[in-house]
């Protein structure tokens, strides 16, 4: 089978046993669900309200009342980490589904539609992706002001031109496929031809890109947001939190720690999840094990 | 009643450089009920021929001159989305590979029904579908539907092709070499059941091919085509027992069955098809031809007679 994903009901079940019996994906995906589900439940699992000041408390080292500490205002650095994977994820999650989103349609048109027209949306792809991504944020940011909405529009317009140029060339091959032609020789009209057929064939490596983008993204928000360039303090950010732990270091090394490890595991788990996927839904990967 | 006619085509493709003629001054016309064989090896533009027959010729490639009528109207003069809407309805077209001819995300059912679906949304097709299966001989068609493609044979697959294009009953199916991809078992089996479907069909059958058996088994007319031209044109039977032009001679000199038992070797045509995008003056076969003499560089003419067509200097027809 050429096709690098397959949508059938019946390949879909196969997907997720694959990825199950996949060590890493196993690791992944289980990763991904906890951030998820931190992310979700914030306001029962925390503790402690993420923003309540309790000066007296302050820089408290892990404790039973205080599982990861307090920092310099006497937060709870859980409940702050907690509400932190609601805000990391949210923001990548949201930005990469509207690149993505964008990225299918260009990437489609481009493929399928005329040629001047695809010519036209590779040079803005290509002009997109030859700019550097944190000057190119930094800039943005310097017009629009910080805060969550110009990182979310920084991330949109950083990562779409990839996702449209890998939807593009997926679309070309397909394009030329023969059942596309016998579908046209039974008189198929453009759109039936786009999403009944090339729509389902192209998503795959889609989802792959966009899972292994998260972390690129988490990283991204937390560094601008570490640069005070991001989401306003006192949201609890994990970049906000490095960035007064870092402040703070000398009095509460702890604080660096506690706010790096939730930024290490979610990296880890979505490269995880992205790795174990490719391996299940490309066939060209190393790691074949279906196709 | 003629459904299918080409007048004077000419289709060439662009390439660096100048133009190559895969088609030139080609007439043909088929009528209802008849099938008509195109012939030739490979090169001559065959395929090009049928691809400009349902107007969906490959990238690069353009119609110079002619026209196409399918029931009397100028397909080429159409609105994209009025030939669109022929194909598959009026005219459809069985392909060489059945192995890639369906999307392999979809059931064969779900495919079939988009067909249908591509031309009348409201028409209930799963009745009209198990129908058609089993009459292109699938076992258990209802079992069929909900099948992957590659859960299919080859020879299954051609046959859901065959249903596929014959579904919307359209008034001329193209076949462009309909058993070249299958093993000879298959082969067999796909023209014994084109054979039968003749029958049960009223419109016009074209078959593209290579394969002299095919021709022989099935159709009712046969155009020979050489380097982008028909240089030959006749009935089945007169063909075969009275070839006149010296390619069609060479042609059925050259099938594996009616070489005799022993004879060594099997005869060929020697050379080869001359260059598409510069072709000599006068007869394009004289290169490689036993009767060329210097007379078939000249223009050549068209002996048409009792419903032959032959295109050469040497042979009256």
């Not at chain 1, 307090?70 to 949201?94: P, Q």
């Not at chain 2, 394969?211 to 044109?233: F, P, S």
Request: with cysteine.
């Amino acid at each position: 089978m050429s096709s690098v994903a397959d949508a059938s009901p019946a390949a879909r079940r196969s997907i997720g046993r694959a990825l199950l019996s996949d060590p890493m994906g196993l690791a992944g995906l289980a990763l991904v669900t906890a951030f998820l589900l931190m992310a979700l439940f914030a306001p029962w699992i925390a503790p402690y309200d993420p923003i309540a000041l309790d000066v007296r408390a302050k820089f408290q080292p892990p404790s039973a009342a205080h599982w990861a500490g307090t920092d310099h205002l006497g937060r709870d650095l859980l409940s702050r980490i907690i509400w932190g994977a609601r805000l990391a994820l949210g923001i990548s999650i949201t930005s990469v589904g509207i690149a993505g989103a964008i990225g299918l349609v260009l990437g489609l048109i481009a493929g399928y539609g005329p040629r001047w027209l695809d010519s036209i949306l590779v040079l803005i792809f290509d002009s997109m992706s030859s700019l550097p991504m944190i000057f190119f944020a930094l800039a943005v940011i310097t017009v629009l002001g910080p805060g969550t909405t110009t990182l979310i529009l920084v991330i949109v317009l950083v990562s779409f031109p990839a996702y449209a140029r890998l939807i593009r060339t997926q679309t070309l091959t397909l394009a030329g496929a023969d059942y596309i032609l016998a579908e046209k020789a039974m008189g198929a009209g453009t759109g039936r031809i786009i999403f009944r057929h090339l729509l389902p064939n192209v998503v795959g490596p889609l989802v792959i890109l966009i899972c292994m983008d998260i972390p690129v993204v988490i990283m991204l928000e937390a560094g601008l947001s570490y640069l005070n360039l991001g989401v306003k303090p006192p949201s609890p950010s994990w970049g906000n939190i490095l960035s007064e732990g870092y402040n703070a270091l000398r009095q509460a090394p702890y604080v660096v720690v506690v706010a790096g490890i939730p930024l290490v595991l979610a990296t880890l788990g979505f490269t995880f999840l992205g790795e174990g996927l490719r391996d299940v839904l490309d066939p060209r990967g190393a790691g074949r094990r279906w196709g | 009643m003629t459904v299918l006619s080409v007048e004077n085509l000419s289709v060439s493709y662009r390439i660096p450089g100048g133009k190559l003629r895969a088609v030139r001054d080609v007439s043909l016309g088929v009528h209802s009920g008849e099938v008509l064989g195109i012939m030739g090896e490979s090169g001559c533009g065959k395929s090009t021929l049928a691809a400009a027959m349902i107007g969906l010729l490959p990238a690069g490639a353009s119609v110079d001159d002619g026209t196409i009528r399918l029931n009397g109207a100028d397909i080429l003069r159409l609105p994209p989305e009025q030939q669109r809407r022929l194909r598959g309805q009026s005219i459809a077209m069985v392909f060489q590979d059945p192995m890639t001819a369906f999307n392999p995300v979809l059931t064969i059912g779900r495919q079939l029904s988009d067909f249908i679906g591509a031309h009348d949304a409201s028409r209930h097709s799963r009745s009209e579908i198990v129908e058609m299966l089993k009459r292109v001989g699938i076992p258990d068609p209802e079992r069929c539907l909900g099948r992957y493609p590659h859960e299919l044979s080859g020879g299954m697959r051609q046959r859901v092709a065959i249903a596929a294009a014959l579904l919307m009953k359209p008034d001329v199916l193209i076949a462009d070499e309909p058993t070249t991809a299958l093993d000879v078992t298959m082969e067999a089996q796909i023209i014994h059941l084109l054979r039968d479907l003749r029958a049960g069909f009223s419109g016009a059958i074209v078959i593209v091919t290579h394969h002299l058996g095919v021709i022989a088994e099935l159709c009712d007319r046969v155009a020979v085509m050489y380097a982008g031209e028909v240089v030959e044109e006749a009935s089945v039977d007169a063909l075969f027992h009275d070839p006149r032009h010296p390619y069609s001679r060479a042609l059925l000199s050259c099938d594996p069955a009616v070489v005799q038992p022993g004879a060594g070797h099997l005869p060929t045509i020697g050379g080869r098809v001359p260059d598409l995008s510069a072709l000599p003056p006068g007869c394009a076969f004289a290169a490689r031809c036993t009767f060329a003499d210097p007379v078939c560089a000249d223009p050549v003419p068209r002996h048409q007679a009792a419903g032959r067509l032959v295109l050469c200097h040497r042979s009256e027809a």
